[in-house]
């Protein structure tokens, strides 16, 4: 992965010359901004407001200072990432013994055949070369779905130069430039405001807080204010939603928030899987074993056989590579292959093979809420009209249904004497949205909440002669906080307001009652409408207050004629105050599923959000990933105050972590992973990739994921969906089952091949293979069973036990226990078949035994299928890649015995009728054996099961 280099130092300064304004700008930490007022910035900054730099001196200062753009490293070339795929012990002991065969290859000059002098090491580079192409592309392919995830084109920047505003490439934009933003544009830079207009922007990717935030000229912070709290500031990264502002550019490139976070991005040093780990301290101990097993047949070769060094010489490394075994990698990589395309066919784009088997080692999900838990729109959750509660359900193609609280559904009517109908037509106060093209309702979250709710039911109010059409906005502003709309209908002239529940209630004089009349709100109704709005508060829910005006309030004439502040004396004043809404971004209805299921697999989850710890909490506890007797929320700021041994301390019972910043997510992960755990962090932001870096398996959204966070992770969601990292985990586990039922497979094979050639020289005979007989064996018959291994089908649900323990080895003690028994039962059979046909022929006995030692591991492999079940069991035609890998082995294991071009190659004679016969029911004996053990431990079972009925 490729790490952000350190913050460039700016140019040298000539001797004499003034400081550098961005190095001035360095020197102030960009938290002292807040703490000024515009004019001072400024002045600091040597700008001007009202003409900003001159064309002369931009220039000057982005070459002195740099382009305002994120350092990033190369990407790795095409060359090296091909280089990478041989960099593996048991890889590159396989190319070292294909280099050996290679030169006795060469020194065996007395045979003409161009195969049968490199054969060996054509079959080695075949594998190398497989193993390499496969890793290699897999990569590419992801890096190519990656890219087109990316947005294309530089994002532009309108910047003041000399008195006249001009659009200019962000990367352009320098310290002490005045900037312009309007709703929809990207901010370029770090940017102290000084002039805004109803200027609301989303900091959601840079500080995880899922509401829009809005933004003020005035007022002076202290520089210990949060990042997410910095109301006269905006960020390079972030998006306005909303008005317009003009803002003094304080920090280019790298000295934005957005570059600390990259460069403590490029901090993070990537880390080995679990497989990877296993499989290198594995294929190390396998290396070296077979080494030591070749220097061992050669020199009891040499003590007791009469035949060539160079032979000799040529059957030890055969027998090292034959125990290694060199189709480990291939199949390895095959197998992760078919995994990641299963995973992308579940919307995981996997970037690296080896993230497919990790999420199956995950035991902790630290997640982000909004739009991986939940769906990332507002919507309206509660409500609350003339003293009735409802809930508000999603409905049908996004709209909504409204439901009273223990009576179900209910339809709101436009007859005028309806709260539910007047509550319905106060919806229309959303001027900040709008209905797209494809029927999707886009624009403010909150506007859009309350415009989803009208458009839900604009057919029945239309039906009902209630055709709105607008006459008049007034906008949102921060004295009123409250927006208002005037609307036409056959109802005559009406205003309809929403706001914050204060500003609203303050402007109420009347409620809405039983029968949408309006009826004075008395204390007693102000208070429990007050205890309502605290109510839903803590449950996590963003209150807003619904009001019309007065009847007859206003005329037609007036509504488009009155100046704004007469108009809002008469429309805004001793209004209807029509109800309560409750406004949160829903869960997604198959996260509550996906959940509990990563329960009972012993996976964790821990939520983290932006948001106010309370919002989190009311989120967790719908989803249960928090209850009555366990879990606990902690912030940020809370995590700032903890050591190392305290946070450790804690986080056993962490779930919900709130108001998180970059740094305090990335201490999260190391805490989790000290004590051992393996962490899948999930994220979209900016303020994300750090963490998703440093996690076992960081996982990045798709759709609305930034490319700094695509970058850093392992897994790239395609629809932003926790249910999708569950599926994943589950797809992990299968792809590490199987992997370990080959590599139990082949052990068990190899261990047979290797013990019964050691057998043969210990005892003095001639070899009772040639090298190219174990190659074969161990490519061919070996191989192929085992590839089809790795597609075995699920036979338990891989999600109702717990993970593997994150220190676990490849192999467990049982497991080696088995594989051995079968190696030294395979062994027997191939030293039997040799010794009784050796008094025939030594063509006939080595033919004979490389027929068992080849055909045997095919029978073996439906043994492999479950070391608990018998094949009858599991289905025996429930693996049909395995019975075909099983036909072709055998018939190319004809080809080469009974082909008499092969014949040569491979040192073969055909065997007789009688001698096949008998040597195919030796190899059966194999499997018979496996169905004889699973047989007993069956009955075995069944005794004790009335004993220990969870037994088994």
């Known amino acids: 992965m490729a790490t952000t280099p350190s913050i460039p130092s700016p140019l040298p300064e000539r001797a004499g010359a003034p400081i550098s ?103 080695i580079g075949i594998i190398v070369v497989v193993n390499a192409a496969v890793g290699f592309a897999q990569q590419r392919k992801a890096e190519q779905a990656l890219r087109a995830l990316r947005q294309l084109g530089a994002p532009a920047a309108r910047v003041l130069r000399a008195g006249a505003m001009q659009r200019v490439p962000a990367h352009s934009l320098v310290v002490g430039d005045v ?31 899922s509401v829009p935030v809005d933004k003020l000229e005035a007022g002076l912070l202290a520089p210990s204010t949060p990042l997410a709290e910095r109301a006269n500031m905006v960020f390079y990264g ?106 992308a066919r579940q919307n995981a784009l996997i970037r690296r093979l080896s993230a497919v088997e990790t999420l199956g080692a995950a035991d902790v999900i630290c997640t982000d809420k909004t739009g991986t838990l939940t769906e990332n729109r507002m919507v309206i959750r509660r409500a609350e009209v003339a003293g009735r509660s409802l809930e508000v359900e999603l409905g049908d193609q996004g709209g909504v249904v409204l439901a009273e609280l ?69 906008p949102f502003d921060r004295e009123r906080k409250l927006v208002t709309v005037v609307t036409s209908s056959e109802r005559g002239v009406e205003s309809h307001s929403h706001g914050a529940p204060e500003a609203v ?25 007050i205890r309502r709005v605290e109510e839903w508060a803590s449950l996590g829910l963003r209150v807003i207050a619904v009001a019309r005006a007065r009847a007859a309030a206003v005329s037609l004439e007036e509504a488009t004629l009155l100046e704004r502040a007469a108009l809002l004396e008469r429309v805004e004043h001793e209004m209807v105050l ?8 829903p869960p997604r209805a198959e996260v509550a599923v996906a959940l509990s299921k990563a329960r009972d697999a012993g996976v964790r989850t821990i939520m983290i959000t932006g948001d106010h710890p309370l919002t989190g909490e009311a989120i967790a506890r719908e989803l249960g990933i928090m209850n009555a007797s366990e879990g606990d929320v902690i912030t940020g700021p809370e995590i700032d105050t903890l050591d190392a041994a305290e946070l450790s301390a804690k986080i056993e019972g962490i779930r919900v972590v709130a108001r998180a910043t970059a740094a305090n997510k990335l201490r999260l992960i190391e805490a989790l992973k000290a004590r051992g755990h393996v962490v899948a962090m999930t994220g979209d932001g900016v ?46 586990r299968i792809v590490y089952g199987n992997i370990k039922r080959f590599i139990v497979f082949l052990f068990s094979v190899n261990a047979g091949l290797v013990l019964a050639v050691l057998a043969a020289a210990v005892l003095g005979w001639p070899p009772i293979l040639t090298p190219t007989q174990i190659l074969w064996i161990n490519l061919i018959t070996n191989g192929l069973p085992a590839l089809a291994l790795g597609m075995e089908p699920v036979h338990l649900d891989p999600m109702k036990h717990p993970p593997r323990a994150k220190g676990e080895g490849l192999l467990s003690g049982s497991e080696l226990w088995w594989l051995s028994s079968y190696g030294v039962l395979i062994a027997v059979l191939g030293v039997a078949t040799f010794a009784s046909f050796h008094g025939q022929s030594l063509a006939l006995a080595q033919s004979a035994t490389f027929t068992v030692l080849a055909i045997g591991p095919l029978f073996h492999a439906l043994n492999a299928r479950s070391r608990r079940d018998s094949v009858f069991v599991l289905g025996f035609w429930s693996n049909s890649r395995l019975l075909g890998a099983f036909a072709v082995a055998l018939a190319l294991q004809a080809v080469a015995l009974y082909v008499p071009v092969l014949g040569k190659v491979f040192s073969t004679t055909p065997l007789p009728p009688a001698t096949l016969v008998a040597v195919l029911l030796a190899c059966a004996t194999v499997w018979l054996a496996g169905e004889l053990e699973k047989g007993i431990r069956a009955l075995a079972r069944r005794s004790t099961q009335p004993l220990h009925p969870a037994g088994g």
């Open 21 to 123: 304004v961005h190095a001035r700008a360095h020197s102030e930490r960009v938290s002292d901004w807040i703490a000024l007022d515009p004019e001072e910035v400024a002045k600091r900054l040597d700008t001007d407001l009202g003409r900003g730099l001159s064309p002369s001196e931009a220039e000057r200062r982005r070459a002195r200072d740099g382009a305002n753009e994120l350092a990033e490293k190369p990407p790795p070339s095409a060359l090296w990432q091909l280089l990478e795929q041989f960099g593996d012990v048991t890889v590159i002991a396989l190319i070292v013994a294909a280099l050996v065969a290679v030169a006795l290859g060469w020194r065996d000059k007395a045979s003409e055949s161009f195969l049968h002098r490199f054969g060996d090491a054509i079959a």
């Open 179 to 209: 900037i312009e933003i309007a709703e929809g544009d990207r901010v370029p830079a770090d940017a102290r405001l000084f002039e805004t207009s109803d200027t609301v922007v989303d900091e959601s990717a840079l500080t995880g807080e």
């Open 238 to 343: 972030s998006h306005v939603v909303r008005g317009r502002a003009r803002a003094l550019v304080v920090a280019t490139g790298m000295r934005t928030e957005l570059g600390q976070i990259a460069q403590l991005l490029g901090s993070v040093e990537a880390q080995e899987t679990p497989l990877q780990r296993a499989l290198r301290i594995f294929g190390t101990k396998v290396v070296i074993g077979s080494a030591l097993l070749g220097v061992l047949v050669f020199v009891v070769g040499s003590l007791r056989l009469d035949a060539p060094i160079g032979f000799l010489l040529l059957t030890a490394v055969s027998l090292a590579v034959a125990a290694i075994p060199e189709g480990l990698p291939a199949v390895t990589t095959i197998v992760l292959a078919l995994g990641v395309q299963r995973m």
């Open 406 to 474: 223990g009576r179900g559904p209910v339809t709101p009517a436009f007859s005028g004497d309806d709260p539910l109908g007047e509550l319905v037509l106060s919806c229309v106060a959303a001027p900040g949205a709008r209905v797209a093209d494809d029927g999707s309702i886009r624009g403010d979250p909150t506007d859009a909440a309350l415009l989803r709710v009208w458009h839900s039911h604009r057919e029945a109010a239309a039906c009902a002669g209630c055709t709105l059409e607008t006459l008049r906005v007034v």
């Open 505 to 529: 209630l303050g402007r109420s004089s009347w409620v809405l009652g039983e029968h949408a009349e309006a009826r004075p709100l008395d204390d007693e109704t102000r208070a429990s409408l």
């Open 578 to 585: 029509v109800g309560l809404l409750g406004i949160a971004d």
């Open 687 to 732: 303020n994300d990739a750090p963490a998703i870096k440093a996690a076992d398996i960081g996982v990045a959204m798709g759709r609305g994921g930034t490319d700094v966070t695509r970058e850093a992770a392992d897994m790239v969601l395609l629809d932003d969906n926790y249910a999708t990292i569950v599926g994943a985990i589950e797809q992990g």
